[in-house]
């Protein structure tokens, strides 16, 4: 008689697979693709972040132009003349990124002192100087009343 060999016992569902085995393998290549799809969820995520954060780094480079604009408006013709004549933004901010007064103030000075023709004319009023600022004079007091007509006759 021939003898049969044994079947194989089943393993453990626990129990390490041998390396040549087959069903080790795919849970080696389900392991790599649920890792390279963790690494792809979070490579996405950094680039949404990385886009969150610069729109609102623009946003914010936006309002800190028009503020340091609303400061010069009253003094400068056109108040982005400030940050066009050379001055740079990042020299008119405080450390924690906020507009310093103090140095938009200065800029401001220098920039007018280097160049008068920016600052902001004010315009003269109209009329007759003898009349004061542009009042025009009453009719009342340049015609003469009746009585004064029959006095000088």
Do not use: C
């Amino acid at each position: 008689m021939t003898a049969t060999p044994a079947p194989e016992p089943a393993p453990e569902p626990d129990a390490p697979q041998p390396p040549g085995d087959p069903a080790s393998t795919d849970d080696e290549h389900t392991d790599d693709e649920s890792a390279n799809s963790e690494a792809a969820k979070y490579r996405r995520r950094l680039r949404e972040t990385e886009t969150a954060r610069d729109t609102l780094a623009s946003r914010v480079e936006r309002l800190q132009h028009a503020e340091v604009a609303r400061q010069v408006a009253d003094r400068l013709a056109q108040p982005a003349d400030l940050l066009a004549f050379g001055v740079k933004l990042e020299d008119l901010l405080t450390e924690d990124g906020d507009v310093d007064d103090g140095l938009v103030e200065t800029a401001l000075f220098g920039l007018l002192d280097a160049r008068p023709g920016l600052a902001k004319v004010t315009p003269r009023p109209i009329g007759p100087s003898s009349t004061g600022a542009g009042v025009r004079p009453s009719r009342a007091a340049a015609t003469p009343s009746w009585s004064d007509v029959l006095r000088r006759s």
